[in-house]
């Protein structure tokens, strides 16, 4: 119901763009955003966006790199990464929650993962 695209391999102070993007059911009215996992970590919040943009929240250690966004109509929602580093390394997923308003720590819906490699 989700599908995650746009991870690769990417420089080290580069930028790369990730897209999710609902099929089968609409996620328009739902918070959405994004988790990752380190390799050996655990999996770990990144950006959350609420159903109309108006509430958004990012991990401490993206904030001022990364930028959430939605477009409804399309029923996508993007994570602009930029000034990539290596402990930004890691799969990342998105998500889609039942609150319109806030991404849960455990999202109702769950992507499949897109692979980020970081490389110095």
């Known amino acids: 119901q989700l599908q995650a695209s746009g991870g690769g391999l990417v420089q080290v102070g580069g930028s790369l763009r990730l897209s999710c993007t609902a099929s089968?059911?609409?996620?328009?009215?739902?918070?959405m955003g994004w988790f990752r996992q380190p390799p050996g970590k655990e999996r770990e919040f990144v950006a959350g966006?609420?159903?109309?943009?108006?509430?958004?929240k990012y991990l401490d250690s993206v904030k001022g790199r990364f930028t959430i966004s939605r477009d409804r109509a399309k029923d996508t929602t993007f994570l602009q990464m930029n000034n990539l580093k290596p402990e930004d390394a890691a799969v990342y997923y998105c998500?889609?929650?039942?609150?319109?308003?806030?991404?849960?720590?455990?999202?109702?819906?769950w992507g499949q993962g897109t692979l980020v490699t970081v490389s110095s």
């Open positions: 998500a889609a929650d039942r609150n319109p308003m806030v991404l849960s720590p455990r999202p109702a819906y």
């Open positions: 089968r059911r609409t996620f328009s009215n739902n918070a």
């Open positions: 966006i609420s159903w109309n943009g108006g509430n958004i």
